[in-house]
Structure formats: structure tokens, C-alpha cells
């Protein structure tokens, strides 16, 4: 599989996302080199504009024309709390509050009833709603104020990625897009002679 790293760039960075980024606690966090953002080989039959979530091995790719994807690093949810299967994106929000569903407040919390947004809030610079129908799945790709866990399976069920990234996608996904979230086990990873199944 060929990679080309993609050069990171705040140029889709607003000027309240700069301010709110600026001084971030976890600005220097070390994300492995593999889960920066890559423009990859996608073989695959997603048509572009369509997201694929490969939960195995930790990545999101954006699908584009021409047999390409942008690939991104994700953080996923653990196997028992994790969504998997088809849906659309139902909802884009920036910098997006946070409202703790009762069974976080029950395994986590507690919280408030309503986390403001902003750095310090688990959802990052922005979340994308994943609806299946016209039901909102309460599964999200959202940003993170931990990108030190991009690349492991820890969340509770939503899919992560850098503040940097989710901003950068965001910017190119579309309402009603379809989403592909693999099940364990079936990764998108899986190569022959540098070509993927699937």
C-alpha cells in the first residue's frame, strides 16, 4: 500500500479555533507517526465522500476519487461499546457541548448535566452525529482532549481523532454522507500483494 504523509495544515482552522487551540494542555501529545494523517492507496468499492471506520486497526479514511482516501488515526470504542454497521451523517456541530448520557454518568461520572464547549471538552473542535434513518445513533467522530490515545480502543463507544484532523475532515464530509463502521475482525487492513481485500 502506498502512503504519502499529508502535510498538516490549520488553513481550515477558524479563528476561534486557533484561540481555543492555542494553548491547549495536550498540545504536544505524541501521536505515532502512522496515525498522522495519510493520503493512501484505497481499493475498496466506497464511493468518494463516503467515511470507513477500520475499528481493528485504528484508522478512518475519508474516500476520494481516483482509487484514494485520506486515512486518519482514531481512537475507537471498546469491542462491547462500540458501533458498528452502516449510517449517514445526520448532524455536523463545531466545538460542540457535551451532554453525558446516563449510562457515562453511571460508569464514569459523575458531570455535569452539560459540559460547555471547548479544549477541556471530550469532544473536541467538532462532532459528526451518526444517524441511521432518522434516529441519531448517539455515536459520534468527534475530536479529542486526549489525542495521547489515538490508535488504541478506550473510548466509550465514539470515535476520536485529533482536533487537528476531525477539523480537517469536517471540513470536506457532507450531511446525509453514508458512514461504514467495520466490526471487530473485519479490517480494512487486511493487504495482498499490497492490495486490500474488501
Same mark, same amino acid.
Given at each position: ?31 505515532? =507517526?502512522?496515525? +498522522? ?8 468499492? !466506497? ?16 474516500? +476520494?476519487? !481516483? ?10 470504542? !471498546? =469491542? ?13 456541530? $463545531? ?34 452525529? +451518526? ?6 445513533? +448517539? ?8 489525542? $495521547? ?14 482536533? !487537528? ?25 487486511? $493487504? ?7
Amino acid at each position: 500500500m502506498q502512503t504519502t504523509l499529508s502535510p498538516s495544515t490549520d488553513a481550515s482552522m477558524t479563528p476561534r479555533d486557533r484561540q481555543l487551540l492555542a494553548h491547549a494542555p495536550y498540545a504536544k501529545a505524541n501521536v505515532p =507517526e502512522q496515525y +498522522l494523517r495519510h493520503i493512501v492507496d484505497y481499493h475498496r468499492k !466506497e464511493q468518494p465522500g463516503t467515511i470507513l471506520v477500520d475499528t481493528d486497526a485504528r484508522y478512518l479514511y475519508y474516500v +476520494l476519487p !481516483e482509487g484514494k482516501a485520506i486515512r486518519y488515526g482514531v481512537a475507537v470504542g !471498546e =469491542e462491547a461499546m462500540a458501533f458498528s454497521g452502516v449510517a449517514r451523517v445526520g448532524r455536523l456541530a $463545531e466545538w460542540p457541548d457535551w451532554v453525558p448520557t446516563a449510562d457515562i454518568q453511571a460508569r464514569l461520572g459523575p458531570y455535569p448535566a452539560r459540559v460547555p464547549g471547548g479544549p477541556a471538552n471530550p469532544l473536541g473542535a467538532r462532532g459528526i452525529y +451518526l444517524f441511521v434513518g432518522n434516529k441519531d445513533t +448517539l455515536y459520534r467522530i468527534h475530536g479529542t482532549n486526549q489525542p $495521547e490515545y489515538i490508535g488504541q480502543a478506550i473510548s466509550s463507544g465514539c470515535i476520536r481523532m485529533r482536533n !487537528e484532523d476531525v477539523i480537517d475532515l469536517y471540513d470536506r464530509v457532507k450531511l446525509n454522507s453514508m458512514v461504514v463502521v467495520l466490526p471487530p475482525g473485519q479490517s480494512a487492513q487486511a $493487504e495482498a500483494g499490497g492490495r486490500w481485500r474488501g
